[in-house]
């Protein structure tokens, strides 16, 4: 069974980057027709999907925040990563990361790592 476990720095100061990783087990992020995604809850509101990334490496961003977002892996270690720059206090929230299947349906997602933006 595959296992997602995210990790980040947890404080971020306003304006800065902030970079997420997701480790894998149990499946390989380039296993055919698997998906990787990056999903984050925002309070009151629901999830919001911010970038994936397919087993072949084409990734998709959303649009609204595809200037300030880079979705990256690095295959040796299985493991799925995120940039956010210019955080702002809007970004403070719980950040996941999950594997989809061809119709975008979650199916495993990882416990989740909270990014709080402070001075």
């Known amino acids: 069974q595959v296992r997602l476990q995210e990790s980040g720095p947890g404080l971020v100061k306003p304006s800065q980057s902030v970079s997420l990783t997701c480790t894998v087990s149990g499946g390989s992020i380039t296993t055919a027709y698997t998906y990787w995604a990056w999903i984050r809850q925002l309070p009151g509101k629901g999830f919001e999907w911010i970038a994936h990334m397919f087993a072949n490496g084409d990734t998709y961003y959303n649009p609204a925040l595809q200037s300030r977002t880079s979705i990256s892996r690095d295959t040796s270690k299985n493991e799925l990563a995120l940039r956010l720059s210019s955080v702002t206090p809007e970004d403070a929230t719980v950040y996941f990361c999950?594997?989809?299947?061809?119709?975008?349906?979650?199916?495993?997602w990882g416990q989740g790592t909270q990014i709080t933006a402070s001075a």
């Open positions: 999950a594997r989809t299947d061809n119709n975008h349906l979650v199916d495993s």
